[in-house]
C-alpha cells in the first residue's frame, strides 16, 4: 500500500511518458499500477482495485473513451482522468460528459499532475464519516455550527479562502445529515466551460447535442436522496445561474433535450472563495440566487487565523502517509516551522509538504531538514517563534544562502546528466544517490524551470 493510501493506474501508450508519469507519482509518495492500453488497463481492474484512473485519450486497441465508459459500467464510482493533447479539447469536455472526473491537456507539468491528484487523495481521506480536525477553538466552532445545521435540510453557503478545507466541511454536513445514507455529489462550477457545465448539471437525452449519443443523469438526478455540493459557485456564468435557480426553486430538474420535469430530492450546499456579496453588487452573481444559496452561511478561517490544528493536521496527514507499522514524530524544530509559517496556501499546502517532507524523510522523526516551503522568508507568521527567523534580514540570509545551495546542487545534476548522456542510473552512480532520489531531484529541477527533458506529453 501506498503512504497516503491512495493506488492510481496510468494508461499511456507512449513508453517515455508512460514511465515519467509513474516515476513522478511515485515520488510523491502514491502506489502506481500501470497498463499500455485500454484492453491492458480493464484486465487489471478485474484483479485488483485502484482508486484513481489517469489515461490518456488516444490510444491503440482501446481508446480512452472506449475504456472510461466501460469503466463506468463496471466500477461506477471509480474517477477517471482523462489526458488528452492540446487540440482535442473537445474530446475533453465529451469525456467529462461521459462521467471522466477531470481532464489534463497535453503538455503540462508534473505538478499539475500532483495536485490534481492529491485532490483526489484528500477526498478519499476524508469520505466515510471520519472526524474532522478541530482543535483550534475557531474550528470547533465552525464543526458545531455545521453539526446543528446538519440536523435539517437548510441550503448551505460554506464561505472561505481556496484549500480551507470547504468541501471536507461540506462531506462533514452530508455525513451528520438524514441523508448520509444517500450519495455525496460534487462537482467544480470553475472547472468546466458553460456548455459543458449546464449538461453535466442537469444531464441531456440522446441527440440533445452532437456528440450526445446516449442519455445521461446529470449531477441533480444523482444526488437524489442525497446531497449536491456545487463547488465555487460563483464562478457559474450569469445565464446559467438563471436556470440553476429555477431548478432549484421549482425542485425538478429537466434534462437538455428532454420533454418533461424530474422530481428533486436534493439537498443543495455551495462553496465560494469569493465575496459573494461583491460580485451581485458587480452585477457578476443574481441577487436572487445569492438569497436562495444563502439560507445558512458558514465562513471558514483560514489556516493562519486557527493553528491549533497545525499540528494535528500534520500528524493525520503524517499518519495517513506512513508505511503500515511505522510511528513517525516531529521533532522540536519542525513543528516550530510549521507552526510559524503563514500557510497561504491553507489545508492544501500544508498537505503538499507534508507529502514532501515524507519523500525526504530517511529515519523516524520528521526533522526541519524533511520540510520544504514554497517561499519561507515571505511567509513567515508575524509571531515570533523560537529557533525560527523571526526579522526580515534573517529570513532573507537565509533564503539567500538556501538559494545559493540549490544553484550549486542543480547545477551538478545537471553536469552529470550531460556527461552521462541523460541515463539516469550511470547519472545517479556518477552522483553517488540512489535513482528514486535522483528522479525525485529531476523533477524539482524541472518545477522551477531548469533546462532537462521536456514537459508530459510533448
Known sequence: ??????????????????????????????????????????????????DLVVSDVQMAAMDGHALLQNIKRTWPNLPVVMMTAFGCVEKAVEAMRDGAADYLIKPFEAEVLIEMVSRFAIAKGDAGGAEMIAEDPKA?????????????????????????GKEVLARFIHDNSARSDGPFVAINCAALPETMLESILFGYEKGAFTGAHQARAGKFEQAQGGTL????????????????????QEREVERLGGKG???????????????????????????????????????????????????PLVRRFVDEQSADGQSVSLSAGAEKILQAYAWPGNIRELHNVVQRAMILLSGETLNEADIFLEDPGSNLSVLPVAGVAETADEALDGSALENDLRGHEQQIIVDALKAERGRRKETAERLGISPRTLRYKLAKLRDEGISLPGLYGT
Open 1 to 50: 500500500m501506498s503512504k497516503n493510501g491512495l493506488t492510481i493506474l496510468v494508461v499511456e501508450d507512449d513508453d517515455l511518458l508512460r514511465e515519467a508519469l509513474c516515476d513522478t507519482l511515485t515520488f510523491a509518495g502514491y502506489s502506481v499500477k500501470f497498463a499500455c492500453d485500454g484492453v491492458e488497463a480493464l484486465t487489471l481492474l478485474h484483479r485488483q482495485s485502484v
Open 229 to 248: 455540493l456545487l463547488d465555487e459557485i460563483s464562478e457559474m456564468d450569469v445565464a446559467l445561474q438563471a436556470k440553476l435557480l429555477r431548478v432549484l
Open 261 to 311: 420535469a424530474i422530481a428533486l430530492d436534493v439537498r443543495v450546499l455551495a462553496t465560494t472563495n469569493r465575496d459573494l456579496r461583491g460580485e451581485v453588487t458587480a452585477g457578476r452573481f443574481r441577487e436572487d440566487l445569492f438569497y436562495r444559496l444563502n439560507v445558512f452561511p458558514i465562513p471558514l478561517a483560514p489556516l493562519r487565523e486557527r493553528r491549533g490544528d497545525i499540528l
Open 140 to 164: 470547533q466552532q465552525i464543526v458545531e455550527l455545521a453539526r446543528r445545521v446538519a440536523a435539517s435540510d437548510a441550503t448551505v453557503m460554506l464561505s472561505g479562502e481556496s484549500g480551507t
